[in-house]
């Protein structure tokens, strides 16, 4: 069974540009989650999709945003990227409120 | 809101030496208990989990942690190291709410020498 896979695995962008990340879910898992892991400040919880809808968002600002398909792919937005937006942003799966499977991430650098 | 506190954060073992990491979590109400691992070059893998039940849980690899409700914590252990297992491990908890969040801990660098 093929895991949660993300992409892509670098992005490389300057300040104010916009980001965008995409994630697959485990088949069949219908939540997927959005956290950063940024250095010196650990993962972080960042947005929650189900069933098409957000349903719940960490402590971030709103340019950080992002949507679920209907197929429960899913794509994370950065807009007016800042220096400190740097970091691995991983992505994670699950079938109902149970067990988070986490992909490869996508690390994103800004210069 | 809740939070994570990791103690150790690099703990260096010889092979064979026993495994104790500490996890403890700020919260009052419910809540779910995950360890994970991330072994070098490899994303985050779940290691055990607890949400109710036999208080002692066993993982893969020959991990079990033990959720001490009184304590608030839900140590890692393992009696023999291998060097296979140096990692990092996230200790992550789910408060019961409904919301979802994880919430992690700092991380604990383990190295085991051969």
Do not use: M
Not at chain 1, 70 to 79: D, G, I, K, Q
Not at chain 2, 72 to 98: H, I, M
């Amino acid at each position: 069974e093929a895991g949660v896979t993300q992409s892509p695995t670098h992005l490389i962008k300057t300040r104010g540009q916009q980001a965008t990340l995409r994630c697959s879910p485990i088949s069949g898992h219908t939540s997927v989650y959005w956290y950063q892991q940024a250095l010196g400040l650990g993962l972080q919880f960042l947005l929650w999709y189900d069933e098409g809808e957000e349903r719940n968002r960490g402590n971030f600002p709103p340019r950080f945003s992002g949507r679920q398909f209907p197929n429960y792919s899913s794509e994370l937005n950065v807009n007016a990227l800042e220096l400190e937006d740097s970091a691995l942003y991983l992505c994670a799966s699950s079938l109902g409120p149970f067990t988070q499977y986490f992909g490869p991430g996508t690390r994103l650098t800004v210069l | 809101a809740q939070s994570v506190s990791q103690h150790n954060h690099h703990v260096i073992l010889s092979e064979a030496a026993s495994l104790e990491l500490g996890c403890n979590y700020s919260y009052g109400g419910t809540v779910n208990l995950f360890w994970y691992v991330q072994y070098p070059g490899q994303h985050l893998q779940l290691l055990l989990k607890y949400f109710s039940g036999d208080p002692l849980v066993k993982g893969i690899k020959g991990f079990e942690a033990e959720f001490i409700k009184s304590k608030f914590s839900f140590n890692l252990r393992k009696p023999s190291v291998q060097w296979s297992d140096t990692a990092e491990y996230f200790c992550a908890v789910n408060a019961n709410t409904g919301r979802r969040a994880l919430t992690f801990g700092s991380g604990t660098r383990l190295q085991v020498q051969p």
